[in-house]
């Protein structure tokens, strides 16, 4: 069976509208279920098929619950493999005890280590080597996984290959369990987007729709990892733009993600990331800190950037084949961590290795928010934390840099929390104020790091104050988010990432659609008003499906008020999809699954018909005049013909 998702999958099924109560037909849906294949204008110009309407409770919600079953179930073994191959690898075999946050314990520690500093420094430069033959698989697995996953929704329609799911989970625990300075995010979201997507292929769902559960995937697999449903599933839907949203995949990745997190918690219990302070009071004097707090975080992101920047240029010119620059950057990490490990944690009083520069580091972000007994108070701790959030960020660039297989989020949450904890013990000891908790700036800077050079404020704010379990600073980080927001503009983490909707190649309209303008609706109309069978919003399910058996030769039925008004229309597809439910058949009217305002005049041009036939899913669209009244019907068929005539005569 090959690899490879193909180009464009068969036509779904036509959805099912939900029950509806008697006593709440008030509340009727507007909606349209999904059109049959076919060759429509939209697919001859490459245009994608119209969006799913996520209002029904249909089959795009129960595949994005296969998705989070199975992203949950990989997310668990996928945590658990990286923590058993650390601890057997960087533990055992090196002698280093990695720092730990609140809730990333998953397995206990027996009993103390002896560092092998020669052992420890031979690892990283291993660990890449053996990673970077193995993404030679699958070469979209180098890298942190959270462009290559951008990527793949905005210019490969969704498609991920199967194969990225374990050649990602397998580089990402050698990396990671060797001590590669980087995240668990960035492959959990790629292996999240590859099982949606390969969860689309199996079910054969049209491009649309695998893109939706593309992110369903990764919502799914950030929820397992992270354990913040709600926050995953806003990141998967925010960080494909730089300023826009895929509002319709919410809904799908709020329910894989909901799942995902049930199967996890319900495998290793419910418990936040990080440990924090019973409660974080809110004090409007200490806003101007939080705002001086997101310029410092702004200008050590745009430090971040600017060294992984370097890293990745320097790497691409070294004269070593692709798969061998990861352990490249895990020997220059090497070099530069072990001594740091020896001396500094030597001469603060630390088991000698416990600070959090090798692997994740999510122990040096919970320092940071609620201290240690080795960490120094006053301004000792602050630049302890600060020379801590440097290290931090040089051995990260080293691993991310140099095309290691471990993502970026946790390094930003880190260094985010190392800075702000440093900024946070500065202002206490500068302005004697002791209401102010450095763990609180800490926690601010995990956001505003991330959701500055990520371009996703609103994601970051919501996943960080779900790894604490408090939404004490919400008002803070809405502020720090915001000024980063605004200060990071013009630095970008994901290079893959589009402004809009309307600059992604999945949503815009191919240029050729502009040739349409010169077209006009009376130059294709069809059907004279009186062969038209036409519906009233009252007209019932029945008999809407005995106009259909009676062979009525029509794509869409004009729905039209008393006064003659065309008030929208109700496809073909619709009536057959329902005509199988009795409860449909009792309670449904053409009121109910009629589209809304899906009509065109006709003086109007062709372009506009064909963005109502990609918006509203109809082949066939009502023709009205300046009064609403019905004229015809205007057939994409047709509008295909007068297309191809158009560029016929043009070439002529």
């Keep these: 069976m090959p690899d490879d998702p193909p180009d464009e999958a068969s036509g779904p099924p ?86 730990r946050a609140h809730g990333e314990r998953l397995i206990s520690e027996g009993h103390a280590l002896v560092l092998r500093p020669l052992v420890v420094m031979l690892l990283p430069p291993l660990g890449a080597l053996v990673a970077g033959l193995l993404c030679q698989l699958a070469p979209e697995a180098r890298g942190g996984g959270g462009d290559a996953t951008i990527h793949a929704f905005h210019h490969q329609g969704g498609a991920v290959r199967r ?28 292996i999240g987007a590859a099982l949606g997507s390969t ?30 449903p709600l926050g995953a599933a806003l990141l998967a839907a ?71 920047r370097a890293v990745q240029h320097v790497t691409a010119k070294l004269p070593v084949p692709v798969w061998a620059r990861p352990a490249v950057g895990g020997l220059a990490l090497s070099l530069f961590a072990v001594p740091l490990i020896l001396i500094v944690g030597t001469r603060f009083g630390t088991p000698g290795h416990a600070l959090g520069i090798l692997g994740g580091g999510y122990g040096a972000a919970q320092v940071a928010i609620t201290g240690a007994d080795w960490l120094p108070g006053g301004w000792r701790g602050a630049e302890l934390l600060l020379f801590l959030g440097a290290a931090k960020l040089v051995a990260t660039s080293f691993t991310i840099g140099s095309g290691g297989s471990a993502g970026d989020f946790g390094p930003s949450l880190v260094l985010g929390g190392l800075f702000g904890g440093a900024f946070g013990r500065a202002a206490a000891v500068l302005l004697h104020d002791p209401t102010i908790d450095p763990g609180a700036f800490a926690l601010v800077g995990m956001g505003t790091f991330y959701g500055g050079i990520a371009h996703v404020p609103v994601s970051s704010l919501i996943m960080v104050s779900e790894l604490a379990g408090s939404y004490d600073l919400l008002v803070p980080l809405m502020l720090a988010e915001a000024i980063a927001f605004v200060a990071l503009r013009r630095r970008f983490l994901y290079d893959a990432q589009v402004p809009t ?29 009186e062969e038209t069978v036409r519906f009233e919003p009252r007209t019932t399910m029945a008999e809407m499906a005995r106009a259909l058996a009676n062979g009525a030769p029509q794509l869409t039925f004009p729905v039209v008020n008393a006064a003659g008004v065309v008030v929208g229309a109700v496809s073909a597809a619709s009536i057959r999809s329902l005509m199988t439910d009795a409860g449909m058949q009792l309670l449904a009217v053409a009121a109910d699954i009629m589209q809304m305002d899906a009509k065109v005049t006709v003086t109007e041009q062709l372009g506009r018909v064909m963005e109502l036939t990609h918006s509203t899913g109809l082949r066939q669209l009502p023709v009205v005049d300046v009064d609403g009244r019905l004229m015809g019907l205007v057939d994409e068929a047709d509008v295909t013909r007068a297309y191809v005539k158009l560029l016929q005569t043009s070439t002529a």
Excluded at 87 to 93: F, S, T, V, Y
């Design 501 to 529: 909707h309307a600059d992604s190649p999945v949503h815009r309209p191919p240029a050729a659609l502009g040739a349409l303008s010169s077209l006009r609706v009376a130059d294709v109309i069809v059907a004279p008003p």
């Design 199 to 228: 969860a689309g292929r199996l079910l054969r769902v049209d491009p649309r729709e695998r893109r939706i559960l593309m992110l369903a995937g990764v919502a799914a697999g950030m929820a397992a990892v992270f354990r913040t």
């Design 14 to 99: 036509p959805g099912r509208l939900s029950s509806l109560a008697a006593g709440f037909q008030r509340m009727r849906r507007r909606s349209q279920a999904r059109l049959l294949g076919g060759l429509t204008l939209g697919t001859a110009l490459g245009v994608s098929t119209p969006p799913l309407d996520l209002r029904l409770l249909g089959r795009t919600l129960l595949h994005a619950a296969l998705v989070g079953v199975g992203a949950g179930l990989v997310g668990a073994g996928f945590f658990a493999g990286l923590e058993y191959t650390q601890d057997g690898l960087l533990g055992h075999l090196g002698g280093y005890a990695p720092l």
């Design 163 to 190: 194969r990225v799911i374990w050649v990602k989970a397998l580089a990402s625990m050698l990396t990671l369990g060797t001590g590669g300075s980087g995240g668990r995010e960035g492959p959990t979201m790629q």
């Design 238 to 308: 925010e960080v494909i733009y730089r300023d826009d949203f895929e509002a319709e995949a919410l809904v799908p990745a709020i329910l894989a993600s909901v799942i995902a997190y049930s199967i996890v918690i319900s495998m290793y219990g419910e418990s936040t990331l990080f440990a924090r302070a019973p409660r974080y009071f809110f004090v409007p004097q200490h806003l101007p800190l939080y705002a001086a707090l997101a310029v410092l975080i702004a200008f050590s992101a745009s430090v971040f950037l600017a060294a992984l």
